[in-house]
Antibody
Framework: QVQLQESGPGLVKPSETLSLTCSVA????????WSWVRQPAGKGLEWIGR???????LYKPSLKSRATMSVDTSKNQFSLELTSVTAADSAVYYC????????????WGKGTTVTVSS | DIVMTQSPDSLAVSLGERATINCKSS????????????LAWYQQKPGQPPNLLIY???TRESGVPDRFSGSGSGTDFTLTISSLQAEDVALYYC?????????FGQGTKVEIK
């Protein structure tokens, strides 16, 4: 049973870079797609982007200029970096697994809360 | 982007009664080559991540109680809880994955009347 766990700073200053890592347990990160979704407090879900273990990526257009995803197969982890953050980037960030890359997400991490504030 | 619109925003249903949530996409999410609707439903309880209930519009995820069912095609979809239980109080989201840019509905809150 694959489990996901997000990690990273809970507080990021405006204009700085948000960096999160998702650790994959109970399975290999290889030959699979992985994704990030965020949810501002009290609001709905926003898909950020996805990455294949080969490194190919696809981002939400409105975030494309600021988001970078990467995979470290040796550590069974994948990561998200979001540059030039503002308060609007404050949210719970979830890493997820979309099996086969289809788009529905069957495994979610518990989420990590990121607050952008000085 | 495909815009997903859910209705209602919230509903209160008596225990044991039927709850129905609607989801409408701004364009069809039915892929004609395989006749599949690229539509999923999730349940989210407070303080928890979303939990996949339904994919391909009507395929129940393993372990999901059979009181949850999904239906619809093209642009109009429904999630039905046939007999509402106390543990079903939650937010429910639809999501399309027809487009390369995956998008969610705004969510529907289900409460007990």
């Amino acid at each position: 049973q694959v489990q996901l766990q997000e990690s990273g700073p809970g507080l990021v200053k405006p204009s700085e870079t948000l960096s999160l890592t998702c650790s994959v347990a109970g399975g290999s990160i290889s030959n699979s797609y992985w994704s990030w979704v965020r949810q501002p407090a009290g609001k709905g879900l926003e898909w950020i982007g996805r990455i294949h273990s080969s490194g190919s990526t696809l981002y939400k257009p409105s975030l494309k200029s600021r988001a970078t995803m990467s995979v470290d197969t040796s550590k069974n982890q994948f990561s998200l970096e979001l540059t030039s953050v503002t308060a609007a980037d404050s949210a719970v960030y979830y890493c997820t697994r979309p099996p086969g890359g289809w788009g529905f997400m069957d495994v979610w991490g518990k989420g990590t809360t990121v607050t952008v504030s000085s | 982007d495909i815009v997903m619109t859910q209705s209602p925003d919230s509903l209160a249903v008596s225990l044991g009664e039927r709850a129905t949530i609607n989801c409408k996409s701004s364009q069809s999410v039915l892929y004609s080559s395989n006749n599949k609707n690229y539509l999923a439903w999730y349940q989210q309880k407070p303080g928890q991540p979303p939990n996949l209930l339904i994919y391909w519009a009507s395929t129940r995820e393993s372990g999901v109680p059979d009181r949850f069912s999904g239906s619809g095609s093209g642009t109009d979809f429904t999630l039905t809880i046939s007999s509402l239980q106390a543990e079903d109080v939650a937010l429910y989201y639809c999501q399309q994955y027809y487009d390369t840019q995956w998008t969610f509905g705004q969510g529907t809150k289900v409460e007990i009347k």
